[in-house]
């Protein structure tokens, strides 16, 4: 069972900016965060192929969210998400979650591994 490691989130207020990081120690894996906001359905926010050389983004946080994978060998296996002019409609738990093969997309449906969710609130 892959182990997966969240860490940032916290509250913010709005125009305002987080880093969420997320290590599969040992893997360098397709990796996505997802978040869920109260009483909505989990969402795909961002993804990153297990290379680092495709990402992809919601549409919602285009030009504001920007995902990325460490070069050197013993950090491909961490993921951050930087999240910058943060709005009231960021606010949800935010998931890291990974995928067993070596595929450029994170379908919801499809990630074999999820981490525990880390919480985000961006409000004033």
């Known amino acids: 069972q892959l182990h997966i490691v969240e860490s940032g989130g916290g509250l913010v207020q709005p125009g305002g900016s987080l880093r969420l990081s997320c290590t599969t120690p040992?893997?360098?894996?397709?990796i996505g965060w997802f978040r869920q906001a109260p009483g909505k359905e989990r969402e795909g926010v961002s993804c990153?192929?297990?290379?680092?050389?495709?990402?992809?983004?919601?549409d919602s946080v285009k030009g504001r969210f920007t995902i990325s994978r460490g070069n050197a060998s013993d950090a491909k296996s961490t993921v951050d998400l930087q999240m910058k002019s943060l709005k009231p409609e960021d606010t949800g738990v935010y998931y890291c979650?990974?995928?067993?093969?070596?595929?450029?997309?994170?379908?919801?449906?499809?990630?074999?591994?999820w981490g525990k969710g880390t919480p985000v609130t961006v409000s004033s």
């Open positions: 979650a990974a995928v067993a093969a070596p595929i450029t997309t994170c379908p919801l449906g499809g990630m074999n591994y």
């Open positions: 040992g893997f360098a894996l397709t």
């Open positions: 990153i192929d297990w290379s680092g050389d495709v990402t992809n983004y919601a």
